[in-house]
């Protein structure tokens, strides 16, 4: 457990290091973007010279540089100077309400911590649609690209900057809880590490909205379809050991609370070595090969790096279907391994330039840490299949919708 609170603080500080001098220069040179492109505006006969200007030169961060290669105007797809800066401090962006942020950020931090997944997915659909602003990013699709892209890579750090924090206290408490196997963790983390750092790299600055969104929907649609098959009789025959955890689990919950029994007794190691770790859970004995989580790191690490989320809607099917861990478990060990993923994907999109919305995302922090504190209490009370109902209904209308707007650009939500 010392070796656990020891990594937490680690990296804590060294996300600080990193991103505090990031988050100091791109404060302090995001804000001209708006009153250069005001400036514009005000003059109409000074335009063809300051077009010029920035046709020959344009000067700045990623994010001023894709402002000023956008088309200035009031039309879609052009900045409009006279309008006030919304998200990323863009002229005509839109404005995320603040109690709107923090309602969707709490829903967010307890679908995280309660199931160990889905907060990614769900913090997108946030930025995406909740808020606008994927449909406002998909309006520059044709008419500056460059913006395009950066503000798709902005959502995709939002999204893990969300999960991130979420992940960190939902690892500490389900830490406290027991519920946590530390050695599947690192597996996994150590994999997350090389996954989320080439996806990162690959990917930065050459996604457009449309792209993303399309293989955001069709994952999530994956998702949604395996699920459905995890809860069918073919798929419960292959969990015997899960099923008999949770319901060990779940009777020592009710005897406690009705006053007859002890508490549910927590994780223990029983034995490592490089091809074996066995431990056990209520009682009930589990055992994987460390190389297994490792591999399946880099791969889940990737695609999550790639769609902007956590990684955790990959990481517990993993291990409810490859390791047989009950949901109680998954969701913990998955938090921690999503902790590290998205520590190293937010470091590598920041030095690729990526700009963030400090004011949304501090608002979004707040609701996330209400949302992550609550949910670990209240999922011992939910079963298993039910939780698994919530993510499949989730699963398909995300999918689906996301999949005929990113690739068809046809809409039937909405």
């Excluded at 829903?107 to 406002?136: E, K, N, Q």
């Excluded at 196997?181 to 150590?190: E, K, Q, S, T, Y």
């Excluded at 690959?202 to 969104?213: N, W």
């Excluded at 297994?292 to 517990?316: C, D, E, K």
Aim: proline share 5%; glycine share 12%.
């Amino acid at each position: 457990m010392k070796r656990f609170y020891v990594m937490i603080v680690t990296a804590l500080v060294a996300l600080a290091c990193v991103s505090a001098p990031l988050w100091a220069q791109d404060n302090a040179s995001a804000p001209q973007a708006a009153p250069a492109a005001v400036e514009q505006a005000a003059t109409p006969a000074a335009a063809p010279a300051a077009e010029a200007t920035k046709a020959a030169a344009p000067a700045g961060n990623k994010l001023q540089m894709a402002i000023a290669k956008a088309p200035v105007g009031t039309e879609k797809g052009q900045i409009d100077p006279a309008k006030p800066a919304g998200f990323l401090g863009i002229p005509g962006a839109p404005q995320v309400n603040v109690i709107l942020a923090l309602i969707w950020a709490i829903w967010v931090g307890w679908i995280f911590s309660t199931v160990g997944a889905f907060g990614g997915v769900m913090a997108g659909v946030g930025h995406m649609t909740i808020f606008g602003l994927g449909a406002y990013a998909k309006t520059f699709k044709g008419t500056a690209p460059e913006l395009n892209k950066t503000v798709t890579d902005s959502i995709r750090a939002s999204n893990q900057f969300l999960v991130g924090l979420s992940a960190l206290i939902s690892s500490i408490n389900y830490g406290k809880m027991g519920r946590l196997v530390f050695p599947l963790a690192i597996a996994l983390g150590l994999g997350s590490l090389l996954g989320a750092w080439g996806s990162a790299t690959l990917t930065a600055g050459k996604v457009s909205f449309s792209q993303y969104q399309g293989w955001f929907g069709l994952f999530v649609l994956g998702l949604g379809m395996f699920l459905f098959w995890d809860t069918s009789a073919a798929g419960q025959a292959k969990k015997s050991k899960a099923k008999q955890a949770a319901k060990a689990f779940e009777e020592a919950v009710k005897a406690q609370k009705a006053g007859s029994g002890a508490a549910p007794t927590g994780v223990k190691i029983l034995g490592m070595s490089i091809s074996k770790v066995d431990f056990t859970f209520c009682g009930v004995n589990f055992s994987f090969n460390p190389i297994l989580p490792i591999v399946g790191g880099v791969v889940i690490s990737a695609v999550a790096a790639f769609l902007g989320v956590g990684g955790g809607f990959l990481l517990v099917p993993f291990l409810t279907a490859i390791t047989e861990l009950p949901m109680y478990l998954a969701a913990g060990t998955s938090a921690l391994a999503v902790l590290v993923s998205m520590i190293t994907s937010i470091l590598t999109l920041m030095t690729k330039g990526t700009p963030i919305d400090w004011a949304l995302i501090g608002t979004e922090m707040v609701g996330i840490a209400i949302g992550s504190i609550v949910g670990p209490y209240t999922s011992k009370y939910l079963s298993d299949k039910l939780l698994k109902r919530i993510f499949i209904v989730l699963a398909l209308y995300v999918g689906i919708d996301y999949v005929l707007r990113g690739f068809f650009d046809y809409k039937i939500f909405g």
